[in-house]
């Protein structure tokens, strides 16, 4: 008999905890990160008591298909994870609830009914995968076809901030100071390599005119000489600001990443420039993947293995983008440390990484993990430990899960516009391009 064979890894039960994580005050061209903001935990057990989690994104639309989703699985197999979509197909969404448009308030592309349920799904795959390397003694990445690294670089992740929440907002003090010019910037990156020496940076850009920006990256660029560099204004810019940021800092740039909104503009941008172009926001989900590769309009994407559906799917986004020649990274919003192991297993897996990963990691000062995940030289060795090789909280977990119920329901949802209200009553979220 198997070691599979020989346990009841049926699904018992799946537990649900939304919470509320501190976030510091970044910028970007919505506006700014609330005090707080959701996310929700997931526990898969099984009949033999096996617990795997997964984490996702916990505002309220996510949780309204995570609850039925969650119920439809019990008495289910824990392998069945191609069944998952299936389940996840039968969860009815509220469509009133999904724009068909740009998610202006998570700055992630277009938002469908589909993309809401396989950014549940995938909270749901990874407790699965996480549950079935404990219970065969394998690490996630071994069930996903294995490492071909043993370590996965991610990038610093630099964002333009306040030193604080604006005055009469509750939230935790971070220790990283303002950030609003290029010495602030360059001061903030050197403070991403001395704490965890990453050595390529990212800038949240789209928050000052592009010449401030360039200035910004101008400074990283003597700062940090040959470093990978990217700048990505989430899409707020015009066609003729992309090209022309592009040739100013093309000489230093690994790529330019979602410089204008949308496959059309970005193909309009990428026809009239050698610097490479990357996404979060046009290429989002497969049906976007045939006109956006067509087009030439990006050469990398960045999976967010959330709304991509999971690590299986980022593995076949993976090979899609292999065979058209196009890179492939990650992309990641504000999250703990079960979705930066997660990123970490399926990184390690993917043979055409030549990016360094995105994470926010760094920014969360809180988690739901019994250790922090450490970087080393900007790397996170890659677990073997059974599993994700990450331990819940219980604590930790009931106490940000009280911060949720505490809230009476205005950080439930992230809204970056409404946080920037708070500063200044009379901002609206701008119109794209804005530059
Ligand atoms: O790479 C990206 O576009 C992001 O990380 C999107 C996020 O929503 C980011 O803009 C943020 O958290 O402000
Ligand atoms: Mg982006």
């Keep these: 008999m198997t070691a599979e064979t020989s346990r009841d890894l049926t699904i018992a039960e799946v537990r649900l905890t939304p919470i509320l994580i501190a976030d510091p005050p970044l910028l970007n061209t919505q506006g700014v990160h609330q005090p707080y903001t959701p996310r929700l935990i997931v526990e898969v057990v099984t009949a033999d008591g096996t617990t795997g989690v997964g984490e996702t994104y916990g505002d309220t639309k996510y949780l309204e298909l995570a609850r039925p989703f969650a119920a439809k699985l019990i008495d289910r197999r824990l392998t069945d994870l191609n069944g998952l979509f299936t389940v996840a197909d039968e969860v009815a969404v509220d469509r009133s609830r ?20 396989l ?7 990874v407790a699965c995968l996480d549950a079935l390397g404990k219970a065969l003694g394998l690490p996630v990445h071994a069930l996903l076809g294995g490492k071909v690294r043993d370590a996965v670089e ?15 907002v509750v939230g935790e003090k971070d220790d990283w100071g303002a950030a609003l010019d290029p010495a602030g910037v360059v001061a903030q990156a050197l403070t991403f390599k001395e704490r965890y020496g990453f050595t390529s940076f990212k800038l949240k850009g789209g928050v000052f005119p592009p010449d401030e920006e360039i200035a910004a990256i101008r400074a990283l660029a003597e700062a940090f000489p040959g470093h990978p560099l990217r700048l990505d204004p989430n899409g707020a810019w015009s066609v003729e600001t992309s090209l022309r940021v592009a040739r100013e800092l093309g000489d230093v740039l690994e790529y330019l990443e979602d410089p204008a909104l949308g496959t059309p503009a970005m ?62 990274s990650m992309h990641s919003n504000t999250h703990l440390g079960i979705s930066l192991a997660a990123m970490t297993h399926v990184a390690s897996t993917v043979p055409n990484l030549h990016h360094a990963c995105d994470t926010h990691y760094p920014w969360q000062s809180e988690d739901v993990l019994t250790e922090r995940i450490a970087f080393e030289g900007g790397r996170i060795a890659v677990p073997d430990a059974p599993g994700l090789g990450v331990t819940l909280d219980r604590d930790k977990l009931a106490a940000l899960h ?18 920037m209200r708070v500063a200044d009553p009379g901002w609206v979220a701008p119109v794209m391009p804005r530059w």
């Design 119 to 125: 950014s549940v799904v995938s909270a749901f795959e």
């Design 98 to 117: 999904v724009h068909d448009q740009v998610d202006v308030g998570g700055l992630r592309g277009v938002q469908t009914a589909d993309k809401l349920r």
């Design 267 to 328: 193909a309009e941008v990428a026809a009239k420039t050698d610097v490479p172009l990357a996404t979060n926001m046009c290429v989002t989900t497969f049906a976007e993947i045939q006109e956006a590769f067509t087009r030439g309009a990006v050469q990398v994407v960045l999976s967010d293995h959330h709304y991509w559906g999971g690590l299986r799917n980022t593995r076949e986004l993976a090979a899609v983008c292999r065979t058209f020649g196009v890179g492939v």
């Design 154 to 168: 991610y990038s610093a992740y630099l964002f333009y901030k306040w030193a604080d929440h604006p005055e009469g």
């Design 402 to 419: 009280r911060r949720w119920l505490d809230d009476d329901g205005t950080l439930r949802d992230r809204d970056d516009d409404a946080a």
